[in-house]
């Protein structure tokens, strides 16, 4: 089975991409994965531009699809609506139309963000999305194409984080910023209104047997170390209003 990857140098796409290399990939009898991966780059793969995207898609002939694009830095997304509906939701389109003519099962990635927190215990599939921002609005709308399709999966992550970095958002993590910040500021603003479900990017790693394994967390143990080493210099946290 051959599996497309849009997205493959983000901060999710990244770690998906390890997912399907050796040992992580499931093995087939006879020893071969059972999955080929075609990993494509922001530059190799432009999903707003339909007939480009078509072409390679129909170069590759995938049978699934997954999607990690999108346009995600929320005040950018408020300052320019435009360019946020044409990659959250109008390319969306674009991989739907592909998808449905060519028979090949999308999986996309979408956000908590389509809910508006009002609610007190965990959101499920079935709540009505409420969403609060331009982000939220592009990507539920987003959401509603791909359930055009006969077959397809929408997956809502939350605060997501990782190893590699975030190219929205000037390819940093939040482990990284952090550091950064408590070397170079003596108070360091953090949101405090918000409660969230943290995802990381690599918990549903596969082992060589095929069973699914949680990667060593050792780096983050040692970063959270860094963070409290520099503690010595006084740094203060700052309550900070997040967007909602």
């Given at each position: 089975?051959?599996?497309?990857?849009?997205?493959?140098?983000?901060?999710?796409?990244?770690?998906?991409?390890?997912?399907?290399?050796?040992?992580?990939?499931?093995?087939?009898?006879?020893?071969?994965?059972?999955?080929?991966?075609v990993?494509?780059?922001?530059?190799?793969?432009?999903?707003?531009?339909?007939?480009?995207?078509?072409?390679?898609?129909?170069k590759?002939?995938?049978?699934?699809?997954?999607?990690?694009?999108?346009?995600?830095?929320?005040?950018?997304?408020?300052?320019?609506?435009?360019?946020?509906?044409?990659?959250?939701?109008?390319?969306?389109?674009?991989?739907?139309?592909?998808?449905?003519?060519?028979?090949?099962?999308?999986?996309?990635?979408?956000?908590?963000?389509?809910?508006?927190?009002a609610?007190?215990?965990?959101?499920?599939?079935?709540?009505?999305?409420?969403p609060?921002?331009?982000?939220?609005?592009?990507?539920l709308?987003?959401?509603?194409?791909?359930?055009?399709?006969?077959?397809?999966?929408?997956?809502?992550?939350?605060?997501?984080?990782?190893?590699?970095?975030?190219l929205?958002?000037?390819?940093?993590?939040?482990?990284?910023?952090?550091?950064?910040?408590?070397?170079?500021?003596?108070?360091?603003?953090?949101?405090?209104?918000?409660?969230?479900?943290?995802?990381?990017?690599?918990?549903?790693?596969?082992?060589?047997?095929?069973?699914?394994?949680?990667?060593?967390?050792?780096?983050?143990?040692?970063?959270?170390?860094?963070?409290v080493?520099?503690?010595?210099?006084?740094?203060?946290?700052?309550?900070?209003?997040?967007?909602?």
């Amino acid at each position: 089975m051959k599996v497309l990857l849009i997205g493959a140098d983000g901060q999710l796409g990244t770690d998906i991409a390890a997912i399907f290399t050796p040992p992580a990939y499931a093995k087939a009898p006879a020893g071969k994965p059972d999955f080929e991966l075609v990993p494509l780059t922001i530059t190799d793969i432009d999903i707003t531009d339909f007939n480009r995207t078509g072409a390679i898609i129909d170069k590759n002939a995938p049978d699934i699809i997954i999607n990690t694009a999108a346009y995600h830095n929320v005040p950018e997304c408020e300052k320019n609506p435009e360019q946020a509906f044409r990659v959250n939701t109008l390319a969306v389109s674009n991989l739907v139309k592909i998808c449905r003519d060519r028979e090949s099962r999308l999986i996309h990635f979408s956000t908590d963000y389509v809910f508006d927190g009002a609610k007190k215990t965990p959101y499920d599939e079935d709540d009505l999305p409420n969403p609060l921002n331009t982000y939220a609005l592009s990507k539920l709308a987003g959401e509603q194409f791909v359930r055009m399709l006969p077959n397809y999966y929408i997956i809502r992550t939350a605060s997501l984080f990782g190893l590699a970095g975030c190219l929205g958002k000037g390819g940093t993590n939040f482990v990284e910023s952090m550091l950064n910040l408590a070397q170079t500021k003596s108070v360091i603003p953090v949101t405090a209104n918000i409660i969230s479900s943290p995802t990381y990017t690599y918990d549903d790693k596969r082992d060589d047997t095929g069973q699914y394994a949680v990667r060593d967390i050792s780096y983050y143990q040692s970063r959270v170390l860094q963070l409290v080493r520099v503690r010595s210099r006084d740094i203060q946290i700052g309550r900070a209003q997040g967007q909602g």
